[in-house]
Each structure stands twice: as C-alpha cells, then as structure tokens.
C-alpha cells in the first residue's frame, strides 16, 4: 500500500494525542486502533502495529515516572504478576464471549464508573493509608480482575487500573496515573514480543507512529507529575466518554 506524505502527518498528531491520553489516563488504543484502521493497514497486522507502537512510546513515560519517584515498586510488583496471570486466563476465556456481549457489559459498566469517580475519586483528599497486607491483596485483584479484561478484550484496560489504584489503593491521582501505566506497559510489553516474534508489525507506519508516541508520552507524563490534580480526572472522563460511544457505535453497526 502506498501512504502520502498527508497521510504521514496525520498519523503522527493522530497518534501523539493518542500517546498523550495514555500516559495519563490510559485509552490511547480508542484512538490508535481506529486511526490504523483508516489509513488501511492491513488487519492481521494492526493488532501487532498498535502493541509495538504503544510500547516503545509508553516506555519513556515509564522512565520519567520511575525518575520522579512516583512508582510504588512492592505495590506494581504484585499487580503486574497478577495482571500478567489474569490476562493469560482471560484470553484463554475469550473464545466464549462474543464482542457484543462485551459491548454491552460495558455499556452497563461505564456509566457505573463515571458514577464512581465523581462519588470517590476527591482529587483533593489526602490517600487514606493501607496495611501493607491490604495494599497487596487490593494490588493483586486489581491486577488480575483487570488484567484478565485485558487477556479477553482490552480497550481501556489503563484507565480502570487507574480507578482502582485510586479508589481501592487509595493513592492520589499522581501515584495511580503512574502505577497504573508501568502494569498495563508491562502487560503490553510481553504482547509486543509475541507479535515481534511472529513479523505481524506494519514497520513503514509503526515508524512514523513511534516517534509521535514518544513525543505524546512525554509530554503526558509530564502533564502528570507537575500537574496531576488538574489533568488525570478531566482525561479519565474524556477516556470513559470515548469507550462509551465506541461501545455504543459497534453495538448499531
């Protein structure tokens, strides 16, 4: 396939905003899968595209938030075992949920976390302090609840690890936008690979979307570690709005 060069520039501001929404909040896929689609590349390897471009951005967003300080390192320990062990389960139970039934779970499921968040989720609250048992038991459902979602379907997979650190773990929008990225990074890391392996990446896209995710990413990060009361909530909505009209959209068509 033949790609203009307008079409090269539309994938890199398309995909930098995409890597911008995920270092904060997650959801960057609701944009780069659709993106991908648009431009043609070629359905067995946008899966592939969309992993290896999403890591290698999502990693420099890792470095900075593991050079602020911000990762809880016992915390994310336990939730990346568990998310890794829940995904496995989960993609092994794929096969008997149809994308519909899914669609409409999450119908159902939004709104209830839209509920949650502005119920729970005070930006400016101090975190509630946990034992150190009840922060790993809390770590590591929440990693394999959601990590087995990630193994079944995937999309948003980042922005529920970010409510769940923030309403069961306790931790304030910084630490959970952090924490919650380097779990799903892990987790798409060991996808990556998997795809890496089997030569299903679009290398002449995944170049030019490589680098705006990087850019997106660090920028993201940034906006999280000085500013993160003001910018991790608004995205969060934003990343749940676009799920629920996804959802919604792909239920009608």
Same mark, same amino acid.
């Not at 992993?51 to 951005?57: E, H, I, P, R």
């Not at 609840?145 to 306790?170: C, N, R, W």
């Given at each position: 396939?033949?790609?203009?060069? /307008?079409?090269?520039? *539309?994938?890199?501001?398309?995909?930098?905003?995409?890597?911008?929404?995920?270092?904060? @909040?997650? +959801?960057? +896929?609701? $944009?780069?899968?659709?993106? %991908?689609?648009?431009?043609?590349?070629?359905?067995?390897?946008?899966?592939?595209?969309?992993?290896?471009?999403?890591?290698?951005?999502?990693?420099?967003? &890792?470095?900075? %938030?593991?050079?602020? #300080?911000?990762?809880? !390192?016992?915390?994310?320990?336990? *939730?990346? $075992?568990?998310?890794?062990?829940?995904?496995?389960? +989960?993609?092994?139970?794929?096969?008997?949920?149809?994308?519909?039934?899914?669609?409409?779970?999450?119908?159902?499921?939004?709104?209830?976390?839209?509920?949650?968040?502005?119920?729970?989720?005070? $930006?400016?609250? @101090?975190?509630?302090?946990?034992?150190?048992?009840?922060?790993?038991?809390?770590?590591?459902?929440?990693?394999?609840?959601?990590?087995?979602?990630? #193994?079944?379907?995937?999309?948003?997979?980042?922005?529920?690890?970010?409510?769940?650190?923030?309403?069961?773990?306790?931790?304030?929008?910084? @630490? @959970?936008?952090?924490?919650?990225?380097? &779990?799903?990074?892990?987790?798409?890391?060991?996808?990556?690979? !998997?795809?890496?392996?089997?030569?299903?990446?679009? /290398?002449?896209?995944?170049?030019?979307?490589?680098? *705006?995710?990087?850019?997106?990413?660090?920028?993201?990060?940034?906006?999280?570690?000085?500013?993160?009361?003001?910018?991790?909530?608004?995205?969060?909505?934003?990343?749940?709005?676009?799920?629920?009209?996804?959802?919604? %959209?792909?239920?009608?068509?």
């Amino acid at each position: 396939m033949e790609i203009e060069l /307008w079409q090269y520039g *539309a994938v890199f501001i398309l995909i930098a905003f995409a890597g911008f929404i995920d270092a904060i @909040a997650g +959801g960057g +896929g609701l $944009i780069t899968i659709p993106t %991908y689609l648009a431009l043609g590349v070629p359905t067995p390897l946008i899966l592939g595209t969309n992993k290896c471009v999403s890591s290698c951005g999502t990693s420099f967003a &890792v470095f900075r %938030y593991i050079r602020s #300080g911000a990762i809880m !390192w016992r915390t994310v320990t336990c *939730a990346i $075992i568990a998310a890794l062990v829940g995904s496995a389960a +989960g993609a092994a139970c794929s096969s008997y949920l149809s994308r519909s039934d899914i669609f409409a779970l999450l119908l159902a499921v939004v709104p209830l976390l839209f509920y949650l968040q502005s119920r729970h989720m005070s $930006i400016s609250t @101090a975190p509630a302090q946990l034992s150190t048992a009840q922060t790993l038991v809390r770590s590591t459902l929440a990693g394999l609840v959601i990590g087995a979602y990630d #193994g079944i379907f995937g999309p948003g997979t980042g922005t529920f690890l970010l409510l769940a650190f923030m309403l069961f773990l306790h931790m304030d929008s910084r @630490a @959970a936008s952090a924490n919650a990225r380097i &779990v799903n990074y892990a987790a798409n890391v060991s996808a990556f690979a !998997w795809f890496l392996w089997h030569g299903l990446i679009f /290398w002449p896209i995944a170049a030019v979307a490589i680098c *705006a995710a990087i850019c997106g990413n660090w920028l993201g990060s940034g906006m999280v570690i000085n500013n993160a009361d003001r910018v991790v909530v608004p995205v969060y909505r934003l990343v749940l709005l676009l799920l629920l009209l996804k959802c919604g %959209y792909d239920l009608l068509v």
